[in-house]
Nanobody
Framework: QVQLVESGGGLVEPGGSLTLSCAASGSGFSIIAMGWYRQAPGKQRELVAVVTSGGTTNYADSVKGRFTISRGNVRNAAYLQMNSLKPEDTAVYYC??????????WGQGTQVTVSS
């Protein structure tokens, strides 16, 4: 079983930057992919960015060039560097991990609010 703990959310002004962190803990797991999703009020949860164990990354079109996803040194953590933030980036951001046994885990979510 994998437990994910997120941190780094908060309030930021438009054009500002914020970094989200996700730490995985547990035993007997091997993570093959980690990603960040977000959900705004009244909208479906959407993929923001994902990185696989092979280093392949994918981003939503709306965040390409502004957000960067990365893995920790021991590959049990994921980070999301968010630059040039816009009000439409406001959402609850969730960390996601998939183990080698194809089991998905989710973090509790962290609120990101972009407002003047």
């Amino acid at each position: 079983q994998v437990q994910l703990v997120e941190s780094g959310g908060g309030l930021v002004e438009p054009g500002g930057s914020l970094t989200l962190s996700c730490a995985a803990s547990g035993s007997g797991f091997s993570i093959i992919a980690m990603g960040w999703y977000r959900q705004a009020p009244g909208k479906q949860r959407e993929l923001v960015a994902v990185v696989t164990s092979g280093g392949t990354t994918n981003y939503a079109d709306s965040v390409k060039g502004r957000f960067t996803i990365s893995r920790g040194n021991v590959r049990n953590a994921a980070y999301l560097q968010m630059n040039s933030l816009k009000p439409e980036d406001t959402a609850v951001y969730y960390c996601n991990a998939m183990s080698s046994s194809k089991v998905e885990s989710w973090g509790q979510g962290t609120q990101v609010t972009v407002s003047s």
